[in-house]
């Protein structure tokens, strides 16, 4: 059986070669307004590919559909994301639900 559990709110860059330090330091301070100021946002992880690394996937746990929506909205929000846009050959949003976890 399926359990719907936490929602998720994703973000996958493609960073241009030479601007990764730059584009760290701007999810940096967007994540840190975010846990600050966005109802809702839990905490926020960055990652990076291992084989290419100017691929990073950013992610974090939101008490709802409606507060990652509200987030996004927000003008601050789309500031940010043409900042990082400027720093980045591709990005992509997206929205998962916990189906299953494994704890040890």
């Known amino acids: 059986m399926i359990r719907e559990g936490v929602i998720f709110a994703f ?30 946002a839990r905490w926020m ?4 590919d291992n084989d290419d690394p100017q691929l990073f ?10 507060s990652i929506a509200e987030w996004r909205q927000s003008s601050k929000f789309r500031a940010a ?12 949003e997206g929205t998962m639900t916990e189906v299953n976890h494994v704890k040890q």
């Open 45 to 48: 992880y960055m990652v990076r």
């Open 57 to 66: 996937v950013a992610y974090g746990p939101w008490e709802s559909l409606e």
């Open 11 to 40: 973000g996958y860059f493609s960073v241009k070669a030479g601007r990764e330090e730059q584009f760290l330091e701007k999810w940096q301070q967007f994540a840190q307004w975010t846990l600050n100021h966005a109802k809702g």
């Open 81 to 92: 994301v043409a900042e990082l846009a400027a720093l980045c050959d591709r990005i992509d």
